[in-house]
């Protein structure tokens, strides 16, 4: 099927195809060497796909990485009912596949990413009721999600929620946001040096907590010492923002612990940034 849709729409980047990657709202396909493939796999994904193909163009030039920027965009065919994009393939594996302790690498080379990202983002910015907004927003779907989770410390994980609910709230402007900040949307280079930043199907504009809610989602306490100074060196970050971001790794690693029980590498992000929000910082 995208093979066709390829060789249809757009022939000149027609080429062998080879699926990649299935995740929740998006599959994504190898298109010969130097393109992807991304579709929507159900219809809410679809907003989200759209919102990649109109602002990716305008991030690119905001970050210091690569990011998949659409070259061609298709429409709906035959038996494939939704709009979908031609990417440029970027190249390096995901970082979570590198091993934990090695992760400190790359944590200057985020925290400069998410320097970049968070500027203020027009009232245009694409919304999103589940990233960006205040951590109350989330409370009831948290509790939910922890009261079926299996933890060692489930009253611990509750303080760290109740403390993040308890910090005051982002008064700034919305800033742009990546607003899903775990290992699978971090692709690594063989320098062990951040590759590309991947998977804007949740992009927003917010409180910048939730990206930097990956100081728990990704990394280990050396690690995260590294991103948060680096990040502090080149951007204010008070501890409000920190408490909330902490929140935000909780919500983050709750929703993929409870829903990736036929995913091993999602399970483990999962399980990594629950058991990280619960040590000292």
Avoid: K
């Amino acid at each position: 099927m995208v093979s066709s849709l390829v060789r249809t729409q757009h022939p000149t980047y027609a080429g062998p195809v080879r699926l990649v990657a299935n995740g929740w709202d998006n599959a994504v396909f190898r298109l010969g060497a130097s393109w992807s493939v991304r579709l929507p796999r159900r219809a809410v994904a679809v907003p989200l796909l759209v919102n990649e193909q109109r602002w990716l163009p305008r991030l690119a030039a905001l970050l210091p990485v690569p990011v998949p920027v659409p070259v061609a965009v298709g429409a709906p065919a035959g038996a494939y009912p939704w709009p979908w994009s031609i990417n440029s393939w970027l190249p390096g594996h995901p970082a979570g596949t590198v091993p934990v302790a090695r992760r400190g690498a790359f944590a200057a080379d985020l925290a400069r990413c998410f320097a970049s990202l968070h500027v203020p983002a027009p009232p245009s910015a694409p919304d999103n009721a589940f990233r960006g907004v205040p951590l109350a927003a989330r409370a009831a779907a948290v509790r939910d999600r922890l009261a079926t989770l299996a933890s060692p410390d489930p009253a611990g994980l509750h303080r760290v929620w109740s403390e993040a609910l308890a910090a005051p709230p982002w008064t700034g402007p919305p800033v742009w946001l990546h607003a899903d900040p775990h290992p699978a949307n971090l692709l690594v280079g063989d320098d062990g040096r951040l590759a590309a930043l991947i998977d804007f199907g949740d992009l927003t504009a917010g409180d910048p907590a939730t990206d930097l809610a990956a100081a728990w989602t990704v990394f280990d306490p050396p690690a995260r010492a590294a991103f948060r100074a680096a990040l502090s060196a080149l951007v204010p970050v008070d501890p409000a923002t920190w408490q909330r971001a902490r929140g935000w790794a909780l919500s983050i690693g709750a929703a993929i612990a409870a829903s990736s029980a036929d995913n091993p590498a999602m399970a483990a992000i999962g399980a990594h940034t629950l058991e990280q929000v619960l040590l000292p910082d």
